[in-house]
């Protein structure tokens, strides 16, 4: 009842994604501030058990994935609260991979699945509890949801332009409804997922046919990009607004790579032309 009765006068978030790196910087935030009760949601039991420990936070095992799963975790949510003001998605995989080489069907199913579908299913599932309190939704898209698409990252792109997608035709959906949806477009930070993109280039390199000298040329050009050092508290900043504002903005780009940003300026055809001279010179 003691728990009961102390959330009534807390705000409440469902966060998915928060035994990641980011995730779990995130969640910590949100307890520390004491205004947030915090339902932290991922697979990984070891990280959950940590996270419990924090004040206002309760652990929630799920698989974005699965629908009982996701409805398992509502039912959960239910035993302390029948509203939530916030429906953050985080959970997400990234990959390094070609598209006519190796298990790239099996990885594209794989981040449809977590990055674009889990998104769905959790914000389908437990809108009822956002719109009982006149909550509101905020959907984790990343930098690669509006930047030109770069060679051996199809599967991500095609997943956060999808994101992307759904989020803008969501909040004009319910605007009607008085449910604000935000994006954040977060750029590179060193997390597992970092490390996970190194592990696939090096698979990649491994079983190659037809791009060992291309990825061999790309490698220091991709290590200056994952090596860049953003500050996770833009991050948790950007989220703690998008939460917290009467007026939030609809999107927010966080960290993102002066390179990058300079590619953004590029005709298609001249970008084509840098991609081919530097791969083939």
Same mark, same amino acid.
């Given at each position: 009842?003691? +728990? ?17 790196? @980011? ?25 959950? =058990? ?30 302390? =609260?029948?509203?939530?003001d916030a429906i953050v998605n985080f959970a997400g995989l990234t990959s390094f991979n070609s598209m ?25 599932v437990l809108f009822d509890l956002v719109y009982a309190a006149r909550g509101r939704i905020i959907n ?22 999808? +994101? ?9 959906? @319910? ?6 949806? +935000? ?72 960290? =993102? ?25």
């Amino acid at each position: 009842m003691y +728990i009961i009765f102390r959330i009534s006068f807390m705000k409440t978030a469902f966060f998915t994604g928060a035994t990641g790196g @980011l995730g779990s910087l995130c969640v910590a935030d949100l307890s520390e501030t004491g205004n947030w009760t915090v339902f932290a949601a991922g697979t990984n039991q070891s990280r959950l =058990t940590e996270l419990a420990r924090l004040a206002n936070v309760h652990s929630v095992t799920v698989d974005i994935t699965s629908q009982e799963s996701v409805l398992a975790a509502k039912a959960e949510i239910l035993k302390y =609260t029948d509203r939530l003001d916030a429906i953050v998605n985080f959970a997400g995989l990234t990959s390094f991979n070609s598209m006519i080489e190796g298990d790239c069907i099996a990885v594209t199913e794989q981040l449809l699945a977590v990055n674009v579908m889990g998104t769905v299913r959790v914000n389908r599932v437990l809108f009822d509890l956002v719109y009982a309190a006149r909550g509101r939704i905020i959907n984790c898209s990343s930098e690669a949801g509006w930047m030109k698409s770069q060679p051996f990252a199809a599967p991500y792109f095609l997943s956060k332009r999808a +994101i992307e997608a759904y989020n803008d035709s969501l909040r004009r959906e @319910l605007i009607c409804l008085g449910i604000p949806v +935000i994006k954040i477009q977060p750029g590179s930070f060193e997390t597992g997922m970092t490390q996970g993109i190194r592990d696939r280039y090096e698979c990649v390199l491994r079983d190659t046919k037809y791009y060992r000298a291309v990825l061999q040329r790309m490698k220091p050009l991709m290590d200056s990009e994952l090596n860049r050092k953003n500050d996770p508290a833009q991050l948790i900043k950007a989220l703690r607004h998008a939460l917290e504002s009467d007026h939030p903005r609809l999107q927010y780009r966080v960290g =993102t790579g002066k390179l990058l940003a300079l590619m953004e300026l590029l005709p298609d055809r001249v970008l084509d032309g840098i991609y081919r001279f530097f791969f083939k010179r």
